[in-house]
């Protein structure tokens, strides 16, 4: 049997980055506090808690005082980093520069449509950590649309500053923008295509991967947005494909009468759980 792991998978730079930063001061100190889960990888969560990360979420770190917090590549909102200042809370922030640099995009379109009583508008996933940290660039006031079939609840009438979190996907940010541009004809409409190419370059390259195997494994956490996103697409070209988040989910039938496997992941998969599903593989085959 054959069994490929994508070249092309594992860790983006933004998530590559987070996690040395843990891994370094984890070398110099044997704890350190992280602001939700450092990447939606419970196997990677897990590994980095051996070595003393300790997850905390909103709840608690709006408790604390005197520690050092580590910032995922995710972003925080401006109250986050009030609150450390005000608690001498020292913050390693591990912000990936491309989600920063889209925290400063929105609070300037924000400031700008504000003073003409328009509305910033962000096509992303309600809740998720990195729209908050969008969100909170806008005092609370951006709407989250997170598809397409929302787009009545965009005010028309008013001016429009259209942002993405940088995971969504590009076709189905285009369909809205386009959508928004036939129906706002006389309020200004600005369109910031803000998608990490990270991700959506991944997606030509993924397509043709899941063509080439009879089965296909996809290696994700339950909580990846792109790894959803990444998955569908491997659906929508090979039927046989599944999604796992570790080697205890392979199951023996999958693999009978199957000449080739490939194997690829989200931007949260660690390179070395792809290796670790591929070797689980050669184990199961064997029993066969
Ligand atoms: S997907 Fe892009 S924006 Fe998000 S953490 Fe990775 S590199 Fe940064």
């Not at 609370?140 to 079939?149: K, M, Q, R, T, W």
Request: hydrophobic share 40%; charged share 20%; aromatic share 6%.
């Amino acid at each position: 049997m054959i069994i490929t792991i994508d070249s092309n998978s594992g860790f983006c730079f933004g998530v590559n980055a987070a996690v040395a930063k843990a891994e370094e001061l984890l070398e110099q100190q044997n704890k350190l506090y992280c602001l939700g889960d450092i990447v939606h990888n419970e196997q990677e969560v897990i590994r980095l808690s051996g070595m003393g990360l300790v997850t905390i979420d909103h709840a608690i770190f709006f408790t604390m005082r005197d520690a050092t917090v580590l910032l995922r590549a995710h972003g925080e909102p401006p109250s986050t980093y009030e609150y450390a200042r005000k608690n001498n809370i020292q913050l390693v922030d591990a912000t990936c520069p491309i989600v920063l640099k889209l925290q400063q995009r929105i609070h300037t379109g924000y400031n700008s449509v504000s003073e003409q009583s328009g509305q910033v508008v962000i096509y992303g996933k309600k809740g998720h950590a990195e729209v908050n940290g969008l969100v909170g660039q806008t005092q609370g006031e951006a709407l989250v649309i997170e598809d397409i079939a929302q787009i009545d609840q965009i005010d028309i009438t008013r001016p429009v500053e259209l942002f993405a979190q940088t995971t969504k996907d590009l076709e189905g940010f285009h369909k809205l923008a386009d959508e928004l541009r036939s129906r706002a004809v006389y309020a200004p409409l600005k369109i910031h295509d803000t998608i990490c190419r990270q991700v959506s370059n991944r997606i030509p390259g993924i397509r043709d991967f899941a063509g080439r195997y009879s089965l296909i494994l996809f290696v994700t956490g339950q909580k990846s947005s792109n790894g959803r996103m990444l998955f569908e697409i491997c659906q929508s070209v090979n039927a046989n494909s599944k999604l796992v988040s570790s080697p205890d989910d392979l199951e023996k039938q999958w693999f009978i009468g199957i000449s080739s496997v490939g194997i690829c992941g989200a931007t949260s998969t660690p390179r070395n759980m792809l290796e670790k599903v591929a070797e689980a593989i050669k184990q199961v085959v064997h029993q066969i």
